[in-house]
């Protein structure tokens, strides 16, 4: 059984704590908070893009060099090349936290690696084209890989296969960076059959 004093010391402690806390509570202001965990923005980086097209959040999020945290806002509103500054704000006596992408644009390219899927109405398969940047490339399809020398100007393409004496030339059109239409020039009054190509 408690005795009276011990009872009273014990009502002396918690009356004591309260107005400990209650001082504490008051006597912090903001200016007090100390920054616990700063916002990771990683650092600054590059990105180069299709001309024409526009840069995403993941392209500029991939573009910067190490970890970042969520919460921050892009800026300006995502368009071409430009420089893209992504910004946490400030909070609970945390400074705020920026990091910045350097955009540029570029023109397509053939050089790379096409895939159309079963263009053909034999159902002959998945044709595939590696054009190398030194000239040489291949074609793959079900029937296996055979090499080629190409080269390109800025509307058609010029196709050796080994053994073959006439090029093949082929006309090319770009939709984006990633999807190009390869067509040869129809006869009059035809109608072009296109292959679409997608970069993979």
Sequence with gaps: MKTMKTMKTMKTIKKFGILLL??????????????????????????????????????????????TTSGGVWTPALAGAGTYTYTIDAFEGCPAASVEVVVTEEDPSLVGTWLTIDP???????????????????????????????????????????????????????????????????????EAFILVFTRQ
Excluded at 48 to 67: A, M, R
Aim: some cysteine.
């Design 22 to 67: 209650t001082l504490l509570i008051f006597a912090c202001n903001t200016d007090d908070i100390v920054c616990l965990f700063s916002p990771i923005v990683g650092t600054n980086g590059s990105l180069t893009i299709c001309n024409g097209d526009t840069v995403t959040e993941d392209e500029l999020f991939n573009s910067i060099e190490g970890f």
């Design 120 to 190: 053909f109405e034999d159902g002959s398969g998945n044709l595939t084209i590696v054009f190398n940047n030194d000239g040489t490339g291949s074609f793959e399809d079900s029937d296996g890989t055979e090499s080629v020398i190409w080269s390109s100007n800025d509307t058609q393409i010029t196709i050796l296969q080994p053994g073959d004496t006439e090029d093949l030339i082929l006309n090319y059109e770009f939709d984006t960076c990633d999807k190009v239409n390869l067509y040869e020039t129809p006869p009059p009054g035809e």
